[in-house]
C-alpha cells in the first residue's frame, strides 16, 4: 500500500511492531524508500527533523516513533510491516556510502 504525497507520485512509508520499550514507552521505527519523503511524512506527524537517525550515526535513515505516534502514521498512510518485511525494507533503505542510498525511489 502507497500514499499520495500530494506531489508527483506515490510513496510507501512504513513502521514496524512497537516493541522497543524505553522510558516507559514502547516504540518503533518510521522508514521510507526515499530519505526525502520520509522527513516530509515524519513532519507531517508532527515529528522534529533533529529526531531523525541517519547517517553518520547510522546507516538506516529512520524515526523512532511510540506506540501511539505509529498508530497516528498508519491512519495517515504507513504500511505496518512484521519483522521480515522491515528487515527488507532495511536492507533496501541501507546508506552504503556517504550521499548514495540504495533502492531509492525515482518520481518522473
Known amino acids: ?3 499520495t504525497n500530494g506531489a508527483t507520485c506515490n510513496m510507501t512509508v512504513y513502521v ?5 520499550e524505553w ?4 516504540w518503533c521505527h518510521l522508514l521510507a524508500d526515499d530519505t ?14 533533529t ?6 550515526k ?9 506506540a501511539y505516534e505509529r498508530r497516528q502514521a498508519i491512519a495517515r ?3 505496518a510491516c512484521g519483522r521480515e518485511a522491515v528487515v527488507a525494507v532495511l536492507r533496501r533503505v541501507r546508506v552504503k556510502a556517504p550521499g548514495a542510498e ?5 518520481c518522473s
Not at 522510558?23 to 514502547?26: A, D, E, K, M, V
Not at 529526531?51 to 553518520?56: F, I, M, T, V, W
Open 1 to 3: 500500500m502507497t500514499y
Open 16 to 20: 514496524d511492531d512497537a516493541i522497543w
Open 23 to 26: 522510558h516507559g514507552l514502547r
Open 36 to 49: 526525502d519523503e520520509l522527513h516530509r511524512f515524519a513532519a507531517r506527524l508532527g515529528i522534529k527533523r
Open 51 to 56: 529526531s531523525y537517525q541517519g547517517p553518520p
Open 58 to 66: 547510522t546507516s538506516t535513515p529512520h524515526y523512532d516513533l511510540t
Open 77 to 79: 498512510g504507513a504500511v
Open 102 to 106: 540504495e533502492g531509492q525511489m525515482v
